[in-house]
């Protein structure tokens, strides 16, 4: 009688269920892709565990992957996928049916979850279900031939039979992944209806960007981001697609009458056009979670003007399509700032990734208090009675923008040639203005860069100043200083509670 290898057992229960759970994820994306876009089951999970992490692990998330933080937490997730489905197989050969079970609890958790967060799809359950039941079955099918209990006679036939077995339900789930990419981009119809849309040209425009506003400086940011280029911070994991058509926004809570607000509509108000910058409170002090665009919106407070707000407000707390949420002070959405309830930007419709078909945008506030994208409500209440999704973990409720610079030219750790050069940047303190920076190099003099055109307050400025580079290493820094007569603190700060500080500090080999 032949006799079997257990180390040999535990690798093939460990490969049957790393086949599973790609059978399993497979089916339930192409099920999600067809029946319920926004239910599928990664984009579930992944999204819960948005919502349950701590602060410090987003914050710590975006200060390792920046815009990549959303790619590094799906790649995480797989690789846990991984392991757990791989321990889903052990425990199927040490404790049957513990293994299936995993699955089985998986595939509920996952339901759960969708369901809860949906979008309104009626059938968001069902893709993390049927991916459950399908792990399971696929684990106990492909674990009959991977016991010894199951092999025939002879061992080449059964490791074949084990491999053709594993294989195809791992091509299987690979094929399910991929077709259901292809149906989620064949169904997905928001795109094409983007495209559609033509925006109506602005009431008020804004006046052109002044062409002394851009240096021309290689490497320097350009002063308008092209949007391609705009960061991107939010809870989304999977961009939410929401049909113009059916949008609309509701105005309510401490107000005289509740609005709702049709897309066709809110097109057929007087737009304006405002350049503005928005930074995200995660931009680190020398970052580049900031841009600045031209956005095409209707102002805020004419809408909250048409709903009637209570003397008694202090705050409207938005609500994204996804579940989002950002406490907006009630006085930065009424006072004389360009707040836009925001449809274009940069001379076409939102992208789907910034918050088609309408966001917000509130100049002088970081994005966490005021850059809502796919808004879909607008309540307007108090902060003593609401809090929003960031401020509920721990960040500050008004989140003003802090008073920053940042040095592009030339780059930190890089080297440079002796001889003429020059040192570069951005400076912003949006709705208060820049009046200056100062740089400073090897602890020495500041000196005063020269500012580029200000396109207005509520943008960021280019900055450069002439340098005769000598050979070495050397320390360069800058501060800003602000129109109202602030100058960039020294003491530095991380992102939370409410935006990091300090001054920006480069190190260069002159050589």
């Known amino acids: 009688m032949r006799r079997y290898s257990a180390a040999r057992t535990r690798w093939r229960a460990a490969a049957a ?26 984009a579930a999970i992944g999204g819960g565990l948005i919502d349950i992490a701590p602060s410090w692990a987003k914050d ?19 690789l846990v996928a991984g392991l757990a489905a791989a321990a889903a197989g052990l425990l199927e050969l040490w404790r049957r049916p513990v293994g299936t079970a995993i699955f089985v609890a998986l595939g509920i958790v996952g339901a759960v979850v969708a369901t809860v967060r949906s979008d309104g799809d009626l059938l968001a359950w069902l893709p993390s279900i049927l991916a459950g039941a399908a792990g399971a079955i696929a684990l106990r099918v492909l674990m009959k031939r991977a016991t010894p209990a199951a092999e025939a006679p002879k061992d080449g036939p059964d490791r074949r039979q084990f491999l053709v077995w594993t294989g195809a339900t791992a091509a299987l789930g690979a094929a399910a992944l991929v077709f259901g990419n292809l149906a989620r981009a064949t169904v997905r119809t928001v795109e094409a209806a983007r495209a559609a849309v033509r925006l109506p040209a602005a009431t008020t425009a804004a006046p052109a960007v002044p062409a002394a506003a851009e240096l021309g400086i290689e490497g320097l940011a350009p002063v308008i981001t092209p949007n391609g280029e705009f960061y991107r911070i939010d809870t989304a994991l999977v961009v939410p697609q929401v049909d113009a058509a059916d949008w609309s926004l509701r105005v309510h809570g401490m107000v005289d009458h509740e609005v ?10 007087p737009l304006q056009e405002s350049d503005i910058t928005l930074a995200c409170v995660s931009n680190t002090v020398g970052g580049d979670l900031i841009g600045n665009a031209r956005w095409l919106g209707y102002p805020v407070r004419e809408l909250l003007a048409r709903a009637g707000v209570s003397t008694d407000a202090d705050m409207v707390l938005s609500t994204s399509i996804d579940g989002f949420t950002a406490s907006t002070p009630l006085e930065a959405l009424t006072d004389d700032r360009d707040s836009l309830l925001a449809v274009g930007m940069n001379g076409e419709p939102l992208p789907l ?7 917000l945008v509130v100049p002088g506030l970081y994005g966490y208090v005021s850059a809502t994208k796919w808004v879909t409500e607008l309540e307007v209440t108090r902060f003593d009675r609401a809090s929003a999704y960031w401020t509920s973990r721990g960040w500050s409720e008004r989140g003003p923008i802090k008073l920053q610079s940042r040095i592009d030219v030339p780059r930190d750790g890089r080297d440079v040639e002796a ?13 208060v203005g820049v009046d200056g920076v100062e740089v400073r190099i090897d602890g020495g003099a500041w000196r005063r860069a020269e500012l580029a055109s200000a396109i207005s307050d509520d943008t960021w400025v280019q900055w450069s100043l002439p340098w005769t580079a000598e050979t ?32 920006h500090r480069i190190n260069v080999t002159v050589s």
């Open 472 to 503: 070495g290493t050397h320390e360069i820094e800058c501060r800003a200083l602000s129109v109202d007569g602030e100058t960039q603190t020294s003491t530095p700060a991380p992102p939370a509670p409410d935006g990091a500080q300090g001054w």
């Open 17 to 42: 269920g790393l086949a599973a759970v790609l059978f399993a994820a497979g089916l339930g994306e192409l099920t999600a892709s067809l029946l319920a876009p926004s239910a599928s089951p990664f």
């Open 260 to 269: 709702v607000l049709t897309w066709d509509e809110l097109l057929a108000l």
């Open 353 to 359: 990734a910034h918050g088609f078909p309408v966001r």
């Open 60 to 78: 710590l998330a975006i200060e390792l992957f920046g815009t990549g933080d959303k790619a590094a937490l799906l790649t995480a997730m797989a």
């Open 419 to 431: 001889g003429s050069s020059v040192i570069a940047g951005m400076a912003w303190h949006q709705h």
